[in-house]
């Protein structure tokens, strides 16, 4: 009878035994994934930092680009300006020229019809 016992504890020795490595086996495997889990985590949040430092990059661009665009549009306001002064000078000048021109004209008109008489 002793031997039975020592038999049954035995068996029931083996059992918790291989209870505990199921459950050591069990609890592997869900460190495993948690460290799986954090890994994938981390690399997203990696991504998601690569990103925002990206799009940081992109509005500071933008930004430069639209001061820039401000900057010429004024530059092309003025020029703009100073051409239609420049212009306006042209005309007047040009005008005057053609007044002068014109006195001329019909003061030899006049001078050749005096001379005619």
């Known amino acids: 009878e002793v031997d039975r016992y020592k038999k049954l504890i035995n068996e029931r020795d083996a059992e918790s035994e291989q209870r505990y490595k199921r459950l050591l086996a069990d609890r592997e495997a869900e460190h495993q994934a948690w460290l799986q889990q954090a ?27 639209q001061r820039l665009l401000v900057e010429r549009e004024a530059d092309l306001q ?37 001379n005619q008489q």
């Open 39 to 65: 890994a994938a985590r981390e690399k997203d949040l990696m991504e998601h930092q690569k990103a925002a430092t990206e799009a940081s990059a992109l509005r500071d661009e933008i930004e430069r680009l």
């Open 78 to 114: 003025r020029r703009g300006q100073l051409m239609q002064v420049e212009l306006d000078r042209v005309r007047a000048e040009a005008a005057d020229r053609e007044a002068s021109l014109q006195s001329r004209m019909q003061q030899r008109e006049r001078d050749f019809l005096a």
